[in-house]
T-cell receptor, first 115, second 112 residues
């Protein structure tokens, strides 16, 4: 049981380049989330999904797109990277059931630098 | 809008000292509250959670937190810290049915 995994772990992009971050979970969770972590700002929600085929905007969605074609995978895309997107990105998943509510399980993170 | 605030950004203490980290949330009604820990270079892990019932919640590694509804607070405590408790601690909360909101985090450094 690997939990939540993310690829890649590190990436350096030039301004204007594109990339996709992959998140996978093997806990059969319905809900998945993408956060970015910046110093002193905690985690801010970028996009989330409440089930396969659904996506929704979070607190800071601009410049990002997501897709949830399969229940276990949640992809985060940057179409044209900007230096302001330099951050650590975390994926999380949750069951939102009557036992665990919205307890979220996190992946190891992706450290992205945009030059 | 719902918000979670952590007033201490950095805490430095010696081993065996007691630790208390403050967390306040902004919304009334039913709330679910969490404390997560992030050790250096690692992902967030759940320390403890409060959904309902006993307001004193015990978590892993000797941590506990008290939910005080009248003060909108959910402070984290540990009676005696160890060097291995050096980490960043995040409080998070949600009003029923809403999204989880994180505080800004508190970096804790425990000196050996």
């Amino acid at each position: 049981n690997a939990g939540v995994t993310q690829t890649p772990k590190f990436r350096v992009l030039k301004t204007g380049q594109s990339m996709t971050l992959l998140c996978a979970q093997d806990m059969n969770h319905e809900y998945m989330y993408w956060y970015r972590q910046d110093p002193g700002m905690g985690l801010r929600l970028i996009h989330y999904s409440v089930g396969e085929g659904t996506t929704a905007k979070g607190e800071v969605p601009d410049g990002y797109n997501v897709s949830r074609l399969k229940k276990q995978n949640f992809l985060l895309g940057l179409e044209s990277a900007a230096p302001s997107q330099t951050s650590v990105y975390f994926c999380a998943s949750s069951a939102r059931d009557l036992i665990t509510y919205n307890e979220q399980f996190f992946g190891p993170g992706t450290r992205l630098t945009v030059l | 809008a719902q918000s979670v605030s952590q007033h201490n950004h950095h805490v430095i203490l010696s081993e065996a000292a007691s630790l208390e980290l403050g967390c306040n949330y902004s919304y009334g009604g039913t709330v679910n509250l969490f404390w997560y820990v992030q050790y250096p270079g690692q992902h967030l892990q759940l320390l403890l959670k409060y959904f309902s019932g006993d307001p004193l919640v015990k978590g892993i590694k000797g941590f506990e937190a008290e939910f005080i509804k009248s003060k909108f607070s959910f402070n984290l405590r540990k009676p005696s810290v160890q060097w291995s408790d050096t980490a960043e601690y995040f409080c998070a909360g949600e009003a029923a049915g809403n999204k989880l909101t994180f505080g800004g985090g508190t970096r804790v450094l425990v000196k050996p």
